[in-house]
């Protein structure tokens, strides 16, 4: 009480300073915000709600807040006030109306150059596109030490500061609360669709398939629309909604892989969460197996996992696919592949179940033309036809050379290339762009057609005598792929020259009279089978009948349909529309899919640490939703609690730094009448928050948090006995020292034993480099500086940053620590003992809420003997300890509990 009284005593003795105790008529509009204004220590996050809740009630508030500031700018003593008032409000703004913040910062930047402002109003103009008048503001006070920095960013950057999420609900002029379709299958593919070639038409043919399904199709483009050719089909398809990159401020040039699955998480949170994500491109999923928010969706279509070595002549995975499949394996919810021949390599090669994959053929359009001869063939004219891209191994030259020797024998060929794409210069053809150029512009045989759409092609192949699909003996002795060339020449009834291998087999026979046998002369065999087809031409029919399961139809309805079917009737009979917010969602996400993927719909609102990135977007979301889900007792979690219904549910789950200094303000600021329960992720500190807030504990319960134990369930290593690790090591309270300490003792053991650090160093986080983390960085200096002088630790530790796969870095340790002063979980501890690591883990406070006490050593000497102790090596004790985890932390444990309690286990 006494405190209270005090803090008001100073309250109004502060006012008084200011002579702010009796307000003029001008200031008394706005005395509201004024007494938060001179409030200490301010908070501008509640000042900027209370100039939003006022203005929302009254349309001249800010015209009034443009009259108090000039008043109070005035008068020396309130300047801090009108800077407290300017910047709420510029916050508030920002996330209402840019322009509108805009043109209020501009108003009083220069007469109120404060640092926060400055931030706000850059801020503002990049999420604009105004990059110079950014700059420019930058410029009114080049002594704050970050608008150095942010002045050389900019002027070494074209890329634009407004999110890609802004951008695509400008250009869709959608609304977060809008209704959309409940079941939405998405692709995207790392293909080229202005590019016509085997991947673009495959792209083409299985969204055009997918799109008989009873939802909608979301296609995602990785370059912009510059010709419809292969989206022709699609594009007039009602059910197919296609996504450009200029929908997301994106240009010019493609999409890389990091950007798309960037995208295809935004488009994820704006429409409730995809019922399934098809991606095809190997580097692409291997982002894509690392994005916790979308595991267990993903329909993987592998194809480029494998190379052709040109010396040996053999095929071989590519680098990193032995490591990362079994990554594949626990984050993809099916393999989808075009041939028994991947199927049975990823199964033999790579242990992939094999009921995780799903057959899906090439396929094909029903054919629309018959073979039509044409005039040329009374003349005694040959036309052979080839469509497709222009590359060293798919035989283009072979078939010029081919036409070039048949007049030799008496025999007119004229030679049709369809397509536009010719491959680039390789070391063992280094000229061969412009060489092949040269031959389809000047050669006599040749009628070069460039590139035509699908449509055209079809009906420009349709007219010929003969198609051209042999590709050479290196590609065909090893590759596991159906050529979709060879499926639509032989739907047209057409003879196909194709090579001869198991894959061909499979389609067209052993008898088939049209393979080549890439073991002898083509030119030879390739000039007999056109002499035959002309003596002895093949009926279309038999042709046709060959490809008849290769349709867009027949594959939807064999192998398409039972697919989709099979994942919808594992969606909840009652679906829910959740909001899941936070500034971090990394210790969710796993579970956000979890409820995508029962079919709730699921939307996401990304709020910064302390205030709204968007409270446009939360106001929409908070009046749309059934039930709230608060990812940390932070300001999101408060503003929830004071912008929903009573008919609403809403759930905060409590990690650590809610309880930290920093982080106390939020907490008291929930309403806990519009809160159903408070989840914390530990007992201690649950007990702490309930101490420290007054929470009723009827209001409190504790979840854990879960692990992929799973994916880190893996064999070790033969040289993981001796490796000791520790995962991160910032802030200086991670206790490298610690770590440092053991290593030393046990290499005066024995010297096989050595460290590795994983993660990122103290220098490459920014916040260590504030002024109040001087002496920390002076505590890492010393930590290296024992690593050269240190006879015992020299050459005994090994730094490694990002690596593509942790659950792979595993196999490598032997011993994971855990040295800090305090954790509130460390999932280290937890991810390495699920994949066969000893743990060795000091005291710190709570730690036996989480882990057994024989985990934990009390002293130095213990913690030695902990490791030299070979019977915690034992495999029936590492099983034993991996149980620990999967019973108490596995996500089929924890998934249940939070769906119990959210949702009634619905």
Known sequence: MKQTLRNRFDHYLRKKRKQLTKLSPRLSSISGIIELAVTRPVDIFRMS??????????????????????????????????????????????????????????????????????????????????????????????NIPWTKKKKIALLNSDVSSMTEEQHFVKFRNISYNDSFCESILFLYADVNMNVIDGSSIWLASITEALANHNGEIHLLLKANISRETVLEPLLSNNKITI?????????????????????????DGIYGGYKRIILRGFNLCTIASSTKSLHGRIWAYLTDYYEIDNISG??????????????????????????????????????????????????????????????????????????????????????????????????????????????????????FHEDMRELLKTNKNVVWHGGLSRKETIQMMSGMDICWGYRSKLLEDNTLE????????????????????????????????????????????AIAIIEQSISSPPKSSDLQVLVENHTIERVWNLFLSPLVQSIEHQFTEERRRIVI??????????????????????????WGWGEAESLNRSKKLALWSEIIFSEWGLANAAWYS??????????????????????????????????????????????????????????????HNYVNTDLFDSRKNNDAGFTIAIAGIVPQRKRLDRALDLLRSLRMKDKRWNLIIKGKLPHDYSFMHAEGRREELIYFEEQY???????????????????????????????????????????????????????????????????????????????????INTNRREPDVIESNKAFIRQKYSMDIIFTKLLDIMVGGK
């Open 49 to 142: 709600e209370h100039f939003i809740a006022k203005s929302e009630d009254d349309s001249q508030y800010l015209d009034r807040i443009y009259l108090g500031i000039n008043e109070l700018l005035e008068n020396k003593k309130t300047f801090q006030e009108a800077a407290n008032i300017y910047v709420s409000v510029l916050r508030a703004l920002r996330t209402l109306d840019g322009q509108n913040a805009t043109d209020f910062g501009e108003k009083f930047i220069h007469q109120i150059q404060d640092e926060r402002a400055l931030n706000t109003l850059v801020a503002l103009y990049l999420s604009l596109n105004q990059r110079e008048k950014a700059i420019s503001t930058i410029e009114l006070s080049s």
């Open 243 to 267: 996504f450009e990159p200029l929908e997301f401020g994106i240009h010019d040039g493609e999409l890389d892989i990091v950007n798309a699955v960037k995208i295809i998480e935004i488009l």
């Open 314 to 431: 053999q095929r071989k995975d590519k680098k990193g696919v032995p490591e990362l499949i079994p990554d594949f394996i626990n984050h993809f919810d099916r393999f989808l592949t075009q041939t028994e021949e991947i199927r049975n390599d990823l199964i033999e090669r790579h242990n992939i179940p094999l009921e995780m994959f799903s057959l899906v053929p090439p396929m094909i359009p029903p054919a629309s033309h018959s073979p039509q001869p044409s005039d040329e063939i009374k003349n005694e004219i040959i036309k052979i036809g080839y469509a497709g891209k222009i590359a060293p191994e798919w035989g283009v030259r072979e078939l010029i050379n081919i036409a070039d020797m048949t007049s030799e024998r008496n025999l007119k060929v004229q030679v049709h290339i369809i397509g536009d794409k010719i491959h680039r210069n390789t070391p063992t053809y280094p000229s």
């Open 482 to 525: 159906l050529s979709t060339k060879t499926l639509e020449y032989l739907s047209l009834g057409l003879p196909t020259i194709i090579s001869r291998n198991s894959i061909n087999e499979n389609i067209c026979g052993l008898e088939y009279p049209f393979f080549i046998d890439t073991g002898k002369d083509i030119f030879e065999q």
């Open 581 to 606: 917010n936070g500034h971090d969602f990394k210790f969710i996400a796993e579970f956000e899919s979890h409820l995508k993927k029962l079919g709730h719909d699921v939307r996401r609102d990304q």
């Open 642 to 703: 004071q912008n929903i219904s009573s008919n609403q549910s809403h759930f905060i789950r409590i990690h650590l730094q809610e309880i930290n200094e920093r982080a106390r303000k939020f907490p008291p600021k929930i309403d806990l009448d519009f809160v159903n329960q408070i989840l914390f992720v530990s007992e201690h500190v649950c007990n702490i928050a309930i101490d420290m807030f007054s929470w009723p504990k009827e209001k409190c319960s504790v979840i």
């Open 785 to 867: 500086h024992r690593l050269e002088i240190d006879d015992h630790l020299k050459g005994a530790v090994t730094f490694e940053s990002y690596t593509p796969s942790l659950a792979n870095w595993y196999r490598s340790i032997g011993y994971i620590l855990s040295p800090s002063d305090f954790e509130s979980f460390h999932y280290s501890v937890a991810e390495g003992v699920a994949s066969g690591c000893v743990p060795i883990i000091w005291p710190w406070e709570g730690v036996k809420e989480f882990y057994p006490a024989e985990w934990v050593g009390e002293i130095h000497k213990q913690l030695i003997e902990m490791a």
